[in-house]
């Protein structure tokens, strides 16, 4: 950088106080390579007062400034300075200089050192400092960085620890980035500055300008962070290690109108930019009062001033005497996400308004104006009699000429948040609460199912050796077991698995019936190990039996749709049973308990999900929301943050969490969970949530998948969180109105609420606006079945059954429809639907509709068929059973009949089966039929019940279900 040789020394500046300056050092201008190094060895102390919040505060926010001088008269210089000793040199009288630092031809540079990391506990930094050029050129004086000099610096504190463990310090950052769509009123040749408040160490709160706006019509490129105590200088030194971030797509929108911020930062236009960073520290004091102020106006007060530049400007520190004319203007910054746990950044777009006192102090707090030191209740006659002319105006938004919003980007940033996250400490401690005790038993090597075990593999031993050995006459084959000592190992073995079984099993005094349960026993159980045996070689491969419980989840849904609870709760346990470590079996009955208004069991069922996998997030959810309804708000934040904490990119957890924020007005983390899920979603990195298949009663069609208030809606729905579910629903409404697909899943909501009329008025209403299609006809048509309205279900049914674009599978809807035609008589199209329903889904209910159906039209073969493959499907099924008993009863076969009978007698509804068996029996014939229904009834004059059998859906009464199962009795004089 110099042509000649040059004698330079190094200025060590602080927060413009000069800490010290070296001896001159004679400088090469030769290049040579390697590049010439000197050793300056000049070192300064910085002084401190540890536990002074303010005396620190100097150290965190302005970084050390090292100022690089040329000295005229080489030689001279040289030898007069020779003689002076580096003590001497070191005590120098510190002076204070202007703030205005000064660029003359004799500085060759400035470089900066940040000490921010001897605060946070480092005891030695070393670093290398690019020496930049005193201010920025674009000419051919320009210099590239790669030959630019380079200083080498240490810095080591060698004192106590600064900040002892138990102190609680924080660090904050305030980023005044750019105004945008600026108005004409901001000229090019005006100054510009801002200003805000923090809190150090007291609860007053002290005022931050950021100077040197400047009016450019270019963006930056580099957007690094430049240090507000350094904004007068001109030279990069001035710039920090950060840089603006460049996700415009995660900032907190403030505006009314949506803003295309990537683009916008992009574009060369103009702009008024600081991008000056300030970092304080935060004391215990400070800290809480900046919590208590966010928690209390949720905003943060941020003043510009625009005035005309004064070319009478003499001392720059008499700001005042400086300006003729000023504008003020102001913001508010919505800074409450700070108080969310956890969170340490936010980055906000605000609106800039014309200068307000009165607005700006019921919105942040703010007693005094941040560009002086009067209280807003100072009268403003005295205001007046101030040199400086502020313009008094009402609050309004600021627009530009284009009808733009005129808006500031502004960054705050901690180094700890304020509210820290204790989210996996308070997730381990609710899930060991929620584990049940271990009970500690005495160590036994046997049980009953490990004895059962055992004797059964002994079993299945015995006769695989049987079965291999035997060859010949049965004579010649126990002759060959005595003599190969095979019959002796395997009594003996056999003994041992008895004595060790019934030792097991009977555990009680014995009594006269003893031998017989022994033997009846251990008959039974050598009868189930050589039957697995047999059936072994007829099971299906694994996918089979992976698929039983899925199939389960659809009759138990089917069963429920069509009133028969018990069914449904069957199927559900049936799922449990195969595999009670499967998680999402324990989820999909809770969902049902909670159809049935069980809340408490459907708690204990998501807590065994929970305990099986502890990272599922349907049950996190729904053990949340649970509890969310029982007003249990701390818990159920703890479940509801825990999904978003296992699965960040989860719309719909962050959508439910931004509903139970609503709930709870919780208004730190309403924005900021609704800004985290719709950047999910913008960016296309969303998880899925349920399954796409669409539920029994209403359908996904009307779902806007891009929508993340309706795919969370459509999930509660279909988790049966109708509550949650409808407000997600009202805050999709305030944006589009009432749309179609806002009223279909609104009927919906209302649907599974048991709300039918409710739920039609909305369907009408989609239908105005929408039409008729099948899905809102068949929701329609349940609403009317479960009313009662049998002949306008079956028209919207017919309908979306007969629909051009109807999907291939209807099941509720057929399976109703075959239900009416049965109930009406109508049996030969009852038969054409509940067939078509088993073509595509085949159930209990569509088979065994289809065997009523056949067997009420006496073609009974085919009604043995159908009720077979109902009872394959499910063999506890009373239903079918009794249906099978009038079968046989109808074909005379009392062996079949007996058998069915005592099927019936061991299913659940024992006592109302007998009472069926028992009317059937007196069933007589309608002698307008020339056909006999029951042969094995006989005529003759005795007067008998005529009954007319009914099936329909389970109904409440006193909080007890009872199926309706009913029969209409006339008989004659009674």
């Known amino acids: 950088m110099v042509k000649e040789k040059t004698s330079i020394s190094f200025i060590v500046i602080h927060n413009d106080v000069v800490l010290g300056e070296s001896t001159p050092l004679i400088i090469d201008p030769d290049f040579k390579e390697p590049p010439q190094i000197y050793d300056v060895n000049y070192e300064v102390e910085l002084l401190f007062i540890v536990n002074d919040c303010n005396s620190m505060n100097l150290i965190v926010s302005t970084p050390i400034l090292i100022k690089v001088t040329s000295k005229d008269n080489v030689q001279n210089q040289h030898v007069s300075d020779s003689g002076k000793s580096t003590a001497e040199s070191k005590q120098k009288v510190t002076a204070i200089v202007p703030q205005q630092i000064t660029t003359s031809s004799s500085v060759i540079g400035f470089c900066t050192f940040d000490l921010m990391s001897i605060l946070l506990g480092e005891k030695l930094l070393v670093e290398r400092l690019i020496v930049q050029t005193p201010h920025l050129s674009f000419d051919g004086n320009a210099v590239s960085w790669q030959n630019l000099p380079l200083l080498n610096a240490t810095v080591i504190y060698d004192g106590e620890e600064i900040f002892p463990s138990q102190a609680e310090i924080n660090f904050l950052s305030i980023t005044v980035e750019s105004i945008y769509n600026p108005p004409i009123l901001f000229t090019e040749d005006a100054d510009y500055k801002a200003g805000t408040i923090i809190y150090v160490d007291n609860e007053f709160p002290k005022n931050i300008i950021f100077e040197d706006g400047k009016w450019i019509k270019y963006r930056d490129l580099e957007r690094t962070k430049r240090w507000r105590s350094l904004s007068k200088l001109q030279s990069r030194a001035r ?19 949506e803003l295309d911020l990537p683009k916008k930062a992009c574009q060369d236009e103009p702009r008024i930019e600081w991008n000056f960073v300030n970092r304080s520290i935060l004391c215990d004091m400070g800290r809480e009062m900046m919590k208590k102020h966010l928690v209390k106006y949720k905003c943060w007060p941020f003043q510009f001033m625009v005035s005309k530049k004064s070319a009478e400007k003499i001392n720059n520190k008499q700001n005042e005497e400086g300006l003729n004319k000023c504008q003020l203007f102001q913001c508010y910054v919505n800074l409450s996400e700070l108080v969310f746990p956890g969170i340490k950044s936010t980055r906000v777009v605000a609106q800039l308004y014309t200068y307000d006192a009165s607005n700006i102090t019921e919105k942040t707090g703010l007693e005094k104006d941040i560009f002086s030191t009067e209280s807003w209740n100072k009268n403003l006659n005295e205001r007046e009699s101030k040199k400086m002319d502020v313009e008094i105006m009402q609050s309004t938004p600021l627009i530009s000429e284009t009808g733009e919003p005129v808006f500031v980007i502004i960054e705050v940033e901690l180094l700890y948040p304020l509210v820290p996250c204790k989210l996996e400490n308070d997730f381990s401690d609710i899930i060991e609460k929620m584990m049940k005790p271990k009970v500690i038993k005495s160590h036994y090597v046997y049980s009953l199912d490990l004895a059962e075990q055992q004797y059964a593999t002994c079993i299945r031993k015995i006769v695989d050796i049987l079965t291999e050995s035997y060859r010949d006459e049965l004579t010649c084959f126990t002759q060959y077991l005595y003599k190969t000592g095979t019959y002796l190992n395997i009594r003996s073995t056999l003994k041992l698995k008895v004595i060790m079984l019934l030792d097991q099993k009977f555990k009680t005094n014995m009594n006269t019936n003893f031998v017989t349960s022994v033997y009846t026993y251990l008959v039974e159980q050598m009868h189930l190990a050589i039957n697995k045996i047999v059936e072994s070689h007829f099971e299906d491969d694994d996918s089979s039996s992976t698929a039983i419980p899925k199939r389960l989840f659809f009759y138990a849904e089917e069963a429920y749709e069509l009133g028969h609870i018990d069914d449904a709760r069957r199927h559900y346990q049936a799922a449990i049973a195969a595999d009670k470590n499967d998680a999402e079996a324990w989820t999909k009955y809770a969902i049902f308990l909670l159809k049935i208004s069980d809340v408490e069991r459907a708690r204990e069922c998501c807590r065994e999900a929970i305990l099986l996998n502890r990272r599922d997030k349907f049950a996190l959810l729904m053990y949340g929301l649970i509890l969310a309804e029982n007003q249990s708000y701390r818990e159920a934040e703890i479940f509801l943050r825990t999904v978003t904490d296992f699965y960040p990119r989860f719309v719909e957890g962050w959508i439910i969490l931004h509903l139970f924020y609503i709930r709870t007005d919780y208004r730190p983390g309403i924005d900021l969970t609704l800004r985290i899920a719709e950047g999910c979603m913008r960016n296309g990195d969303k998880e899925t949530g349920t399954s796409s298949e669409d539920p029994l009663a209403w359908t996904m069609i009307h779902c806007p998948q891009d929508n993340v208030f309706m795919i969370t809606a459509t999930l509660l729905l279909k988790l049966h969180f109708c509550e949650f579910a409808g407000l997600a629903l009202e805050k999709e409404m305030s944006r589009t109105d009432r749309s179609t697909h806002v009223l279909y899943y609104l009927a919906v909501r209302y649907y599974l609420s048991q709300q039918y009329e409710e739920a039609l008025s909305h369907l009408r209403e989609a239908e105005s606006i929408y039409g008729l299609d099948y899905s809102i006809g068949s929701l329609m048509g349940h609403c009317h079945f479960q009313e009662g309205n049998f002949t306008d279900a079956i028209h919207y049914y017919e309908f979306a059954n007969a629909v051009f674009d109807r999907p291939d599978d ?42 009523i159906a056949f067997f009420e039209l006496q073609r009974f073969t085919e009604a043995e068929a159908a009720l077979s493959e109902a009872n394959q499907i499910d063999n506890r099924n009373a239903s079918v059973w009794k249906y099978l008993c009038l ?39 309608d002698e307008s039929n020339s056909a006999m229904r029951y042969s094995t009834l006989k005529k003759d004059d005795v007067q008998r019940v005529k009954i007319k059998v009914f099936r329909g859906p389970t109904q409440e009464k006193n909080n007890e279900y009872f199926a309706t199962w009913g029969y209409w009795i006339q008989q004659p004089n009674r």
């Open 887 to 925: 079968l046989n009863m109808s074909l005379q076969r009392d062996d079949e009949f007996t058998q069915c009978y005592e099927q019936i007698a061991q299913c659940t509804l024992f006592v109302f089966c007998l009472l069926d068996i028992a009317i059937f029996m007196m069933i007589s014939c």
């Open 810 to 851: 209807l099941h509720l809807v057929q399976t109703r429809m075959g239900l009416y035609y049965e109930n009406v008589g109508d049996y030969e199209r009852g038969l054409k639907v509940f067939l078509t329903a088993s073509r595509t889904s085949p159930t209990v209910e569509t088979w065994l509709g289809a065997g």
């Open 239 to 257: 710039l920090s290690k950060w840089k603006l971030d460049y996700d415009y797509k995660h900032i907190k929108n403030m505006l009314d109108v």
